[in-house]
């Protein structure tokens, strides 16, 4: 098979589809490898180490798309990369389409098979090639929080872990899955004063026995959210559903409420966002504002340090690409329900249900395209 690799394209993207040693992978078991020119260059991959690997260099994303079989790449298809999708071809990359009906339509008319990183699963359960970047996402969420909580960026110039004789910051984290956790992990570790909610009782049970009295855990309901937002200097909206648009937890009337100059970081953004106050944001213009409450909500958050999230990310990706290449996408969705699951748009129909639900579009199942 021969696979492609493009140049991001999204606002401050540096990361890339596959690393050299991924490509290695692919070229030791007969595939040919497709780099554009300069495609990881930013994190210090260049072109020839792309090529020592066994890969050729293409001059431009046109002639990648135009030749692969396969485009492997980190987030979403811009609409100009939809545009050079042709039918049968394989798509291998994020999407989070839920929350994107222009991205979806653009999938569906392509004819595309359109395998979404996010919610291929696990055997042992959970979201394999989802959490590398959840977290480095969640850990960037309170470095992100702390640093706008400066008095120069807007916030209400605040340190987080106080100094003695000062109260330490409040950080509220929503949801204790894999963004909540390393979010957890930072802000404990900076010397916040920690709330973590999560309706999963075993799951804030877990986090009690590692981090005792150094956290707070509750079970979240609406009076418990409110309490803990409008109290917090610091909220990460850290929740999950697979593959569906985010649910809306704080309202815009919780916001109008919360202290002037605190900060929310809305890590689910890529799904729509768990703020009714959000919309997405990027690296360049990463904050806005609403009633006094600075909202950060860049949607490609582990772009930032995209040499590390690129190789956290290929170390979770490169099995299935090396089983996609070696089988083909119908063999290879075929024999793995787990990769199966990642199969959201397929030749023209939509075969993710939430997806589906989401934007109105009748749903197919993957069974089904397979049978």
């Not at 389409?97 to 959970?126: F, H, M, R, W």
């Not at 910051?169 to 909540?180: D, F, K, L, P, Q």
Request: charged share 15%.
């Amino acid at each position: 098979m021969l696979v492609g690799v493009p140049k991001e394209i999204k606002n401050h993207e540096y990361r890339v589809g596959l690393t050299p040693a991924s490509v290695h992978e692919l070229v030791a078991r007969g595939h040919h490898v497709i780099v554009q020119h300069n495609a990881g260059a930013e994190i210090g991959l260049d072109d020839s180490q792309y090529t020592t690997a066994g890969a050729s260099i293409a001059d431009s994303a046109q002639e990648v798309f135009a030749r692969a079989d396969m485009i492997v790449k980190v987030k979403e298809p811009q609409a100009a990369e939809c545009a050079m999708l042709r039918p049968g071809q394989i798509l291998y990359t994020y999407l989070h389409l839920a929350p994107d009906p222009e991205q979806t339509a653009a999938l569906v008319a392509s004819g595309a098979v359109c395998i979404a990183y996010e919610t291929i699963t696990g055997p042992g359960g959970g979201l394999p090639l989802l959490a590398p970047m959840s977290e480095v996402a969640g850990r960037m969420s309170i470095q992100a929080g702390a640093s706008h909580l400066e008095k120069s960026k807007g916030g209400m110039g605040l340190l987080l872990g106080g100094v003695p004789g000062v109260a330490a910051g409040h950080v509220v984290i929503i949801g204790a899955g894999v963004v909540g956790t390393n979010a957890l992990q930072m802000a404990v570790g900076s010397g916040a004063r920690v709330t973590v909610l999560d309706k999963n009782v075993d799951r804030l049970r877990q986090l009690d026995l590692v981090y005792g009295n150094r956290i707070a855990t509750l079970y979240s309901n609406a009076h418990a959210l409110e309490e803990a937002v409008l109290s917090a200097d610091l909220v990460v909206g850290g929740v999950l559903v697979p593959g569906a648009a985010a649910p809306k937890l704080v309202t815009h009337a919780m916001v109008g409420r919360m202290k002037k100059g605190s900060v929310v970081v809305d890590v689910a953004i890529d799904q729509g966002g768990c703020f009714e106050t959000s919309h997405p944001t990027t690296h360049a213009d990463p904050t806005f504002v609403v009633d006094g409450v600075i909202h950060y909500c860049v949607a490609n958050m582990p772009g930032a340090v995209a040499r590390t999230s690129t190789f956290a990310l290929n170390n979770a990706t490169i099995g299935h690409a090396v089983t996609l290449a070696n089988k083909g996408w119908r063999r290879a969705l075929a024999d793995d329900l787990h990769l199966r699951h990642g199969l959201n748009v397929c030749e023209g129909k939509v075969t993710f249900e939430a997806v589906a639900q989401a934007l109105g579009y009748d749903y197919v199942s993957a069974d089904s395209v397979l049978g």
